[in-house]
């Protein structure tokens, strides 16, 4: 089952870069596609830019930056033909009046380079030299490595706050400030989201992380979790001006996840996190793909996004 999982996760990870010059489709607001976003510190992607019903430059926005972000709206255009449907729940939540104005960047991923820039290079950098080689040297299966380069989230970090976020913050009516700032992502989008969160506290002020892929994909790399949970002991963020929310299914992959997620929520407590900047969600029989997000999506949008009293 294991090997079954595994092989499931290496096709979706093979896949869902999407860095095709398709634009996506939209039931709510409108789509800026930018086409190959350049940087000097990745390479070259596409970023989709959600604009919400109404947008107008008379006021300003809040920004919600998502990784995979060929996932997120379209589904006639994934591999899979699963999205997020993002604009479709942030529309709702705003037309109810639960949700602040919010925009939404979303960087689609390196292809096979995903791993290697989603995975928290200072954890890493714990690893012993024998415990890296096993951890480059896993496979999704037989002949497809799942890192296919080195560790290079740090630079993946440095390309959306010194090259992306400015470019955001100058071409649309955004609020810049760390309280409208956020970072959200699934697997191990949700481990790049919380390191995000936790080497630019100053940059985000909300993280979330759904199906939080903690494991370290493969058996023979038991040491993974450990140097997480070391990382978040040592910096997670100030939670009085901080929220982050975690979640997690039972199905297929995710059914991996709760004792790790409860490792972790051990830490948040330490922390002194509590039900006003942090939550924890189980979600019995959910599984590991967008429409499980997207059934439960409204719930951390509601928790991350909700307007201030």
Not at 149 to 154: A, F, R, T
Not at 198 to 203: F, G, Q, S, W
Not at 230 to 257: K, M
Not at 265 to 286: C, H, Q, R
């Amino acid at each position: 089952m294991y090997a079954k999982n595994l092989f499931q996760l290496a096709v979706i990870f093979m896949f869902t870069n999407q860095a095709f010059s398709q634009i996506p489709t939209v039931s709510n607001g409108t789509i800026k596609h930018l086409e190959n976003f350049s940087s000097q510190y990745v390479k070259a992607r596409n970023v989709d830019v959600w604009l919400p019903p109404g947008y107008t430059t008379n006021k300003k926005y809040a920004v919600l930056y998502m990784h995979d972000g060929g996932s997120l709206f379209d589904s006639t255009i994934t591999w899979n033909k699963q999205e997020w449907c993002v604009d479709e729940t942030m529309t709702a939540l705003r037309k109810d009046g639960v949700i602040q104005d919010c925009i939404v960047v979303g960087i689609y991923n390196g292809g096979p380079l995903r791993q290697s820039e989603y995975f928290p290079q200072k954890a890493f950098d714990q690893l012993t030299p024998e415990q890296k080689e096993r951890f480059y040297a896993a496979e999704f299966y037989p002949g497809y490595k799942m890192l296919q380069g080195e560790i290079q989230s740090d630079n993946y970090l440095k390309f959306i706050v010194n090259e992306l976020k400015p470019f955001v913050d100058s071409s649309f009516s955004v609020l810049t400030d760390r309280e409208n700032t956020f970072v959200a992502g699934s697997s191990y989008g949700g481990l790049i989201s919380i390191y995000t969160l936790c080497e630019y506290p100053e940059v985000f002020g909300s993280a979330l992380c759904m199906s939080t892929h903690w494991p370290g994909m493969d058996k023979k790399n038991p040491d993974i979790p450990g140097v997480l949970t070391d990382y978040l002991q040592a910096h997670l963020p100030a939670p009085d001006s901080h929220r982050i929310y975690f979640d997690y299914g039972t199905a297929g992959v995710d059914s991996l996840y709760k004792p790790y997620q409860q490792q972790v929520d051990k830490i948040m407590v330490a922390k002194g996190y509590s039900e006003k900047n942090w939550l924890t969600k189980e979600f019995p029989g959910a599984s590991h793909n967008e429409r499980s997000w997207s059934f439960r999506l409204h719930i951390p949008f509601t928790f991350i996004l909700g307007k201030k009293e």
